[in-house]
């Protein structure tokens, strides 16, 4: 059914829809809203045999999702930044124990110093941590891949992180397609936990691993990671066949045929691109974009064959590796290894700067032009923020433009 309705209320209504036994919330901006909507939905009674649980701190609500999926119930739970920050060993366990939870990251920028806005720096922070990491374009991609989550975390036996951007979307009012109940019922059926705790049959579950042991289950964590790949097609393929979705699957292609360039993006600033790349056809400037859903795991094979035979490969990266380079780029690098693509990192978009469809203008032009000259380059900078603090403290003075490695590592030594 059509609603016009805010990202974060449509979210909620779709991890209703998936009748979950445990709801545990904790409020921090700027997934808060979906948690409290879920509570009006408890309480009214329209969510029933659910139990929502006010915990007080993000690590009390993983800890009680662990307890609570070990106890065979279907669990969600939400946070972002800091609170995921909080999460961390809980989350590392999680996985560990091969616990089908689901979790809204509303992707918001870590500090210090203190930033509530959005970009990936929490989200992918988390990459190594054994969930499934799945990243949305707009609030329908957000409602439906929800709802896949719920079958694809229980298919593979981890939990997911369903990664929408904060206040882009969460706070964003659009015109949704929510399914109905009887069409979610059919797809994803009650739930039947594989391994949880039973007075009948004892065990000890998150018991100590020795080294006799340990590679071996982190061995059959990475084989559900791989086999997360098929299964994540799978279901996205289930889903638009029963509802009409073009949501979900690892990743998505747009001009993609005979691009002279591609950009491959996660979340919101698709959207943007997309328009942008539409205006640039009318240049006669040629350009794709591929919309990467799945991060983790991450579809290697998925990604050489959309990129084929392009040279040009730029990632628009919303988050870095300090003291290395971009965090999307290298895992691409490794896809196309072996080929004579040229990929590139440009940072944009850091603390909710927003990315205009101007700011993709340029980083296209400049691709383009064969201004990125090295593969690290920080694109959106207020030359004057920065030497505000540079040209006072340290008598080094940064032109304006793009900011590359080399520029970064000079002004060290200058």
């Known amino acids: 059914m059509l609603e016009q309705i805010e990202g974060s209320l449509g979210v909620a209504k779709a991890v209703a829809l998936c009748r979950p036994g445990v709801v545990c919330a904790y409020p921090i901006s700027p997934q808060t809203h979906i948690v409290e909507n879920l509570g009006k939905f408890v309480k009214n009674g329209e969510l029933k045999d659910c139990d929502f649980l006010n915990v007080e701190s993000e690590f009390s609500a993983i800890s009680v999702s662990i307890g609570s999926e070990v106890g065979g119930a279907r669990t969600y739970t939400a946070t972002a930044s800091q609170g995921l920050l909080f999460m961390t060993e809980g989350i590392y366990s999680a996985s560990g124990l091969g616990l089908p939870i689901v979790m809204t990251v509303a992707s918001r920028a870590i500090g210090g110093p203190i930033n509530i806005w959005n970009d990936h720096s929490d989200s992918l922070s988390q990459r190594d941590s054994g969930w499934l990491q799945l990243f949305c374009e707009s609030n329908q991609d957000a409602v439906d891949t929800h709802i896949m989550a719920f079958k694809i975390a229980e298919k593979v036996g981890l939990p997911v992180m369903v990664c929408m951007d904060g206040f882009v979307l969460t706070h964003a009012f659009e015109r949704l397609d929510i399914p109905s109940q009887e069409t979610v019922d059919k797809f994803l059926k009650p739930y039947e936990p594989k391994e949880y705790l039973n007075t009948k049959e004892p065990v000890s579950i998150g018991a100590m691993v020795g080294p006799e042991a340990f590679t071996e289950v982190r061995l059959l964590q990475q084989r559900k990671m791989a086999k997360a790949l098929d299964v994540i097609e799978e279901v996205t393929k289930e889903y638009r066949e029963l509802t009409g979705s073009k949501s979900g699957g690892l990743l998505d292609c747009y001009n993609c045929e005979n691009a002279d360039l591609k950009l491959i993006i996660l979340g919101s600033t698709v959207g943007t691109a997309k328009d942008e790349i539409d205006r640039l056809k009318a240049e006669g400037i040629n350009v794709g974009i591929i919309s990467l859903k799945s991060f983790r795991p991450f579809p290697y094979a998925a990604i050489k064959e959309a990129i084929g035979d392009t040279k040009q490969v730029i990632c628009v990266e919303r988050a870095f590796s300090f003291g290395a380079r971009g965090i999307i780029c290298p895992e691409v690098k490794r896809a196309v290894e072996g080929t004579s693509c040229d990929v590139k990192t440009v940072v944009a978009g850091l603390g909710g700067r927003p990315i205009f469809g101007t700011t993709i203008n340029g980083i296209v032009k400049d ?39 080399s520029a970064i590592e000079k002004s060290v030594k200058a």
């Open 367 to 405: 691709a383009l032009a064969g201004k990125f000259t090295e593969e690290f380059t920080f694109f959106d900078v207020n030359a004057d923020v920065l030497n505000s603090y540079t040209q006072k403290h340290e008598g080094v003075t940064f032109n304006k433009g793009p900011i590359n490695q």
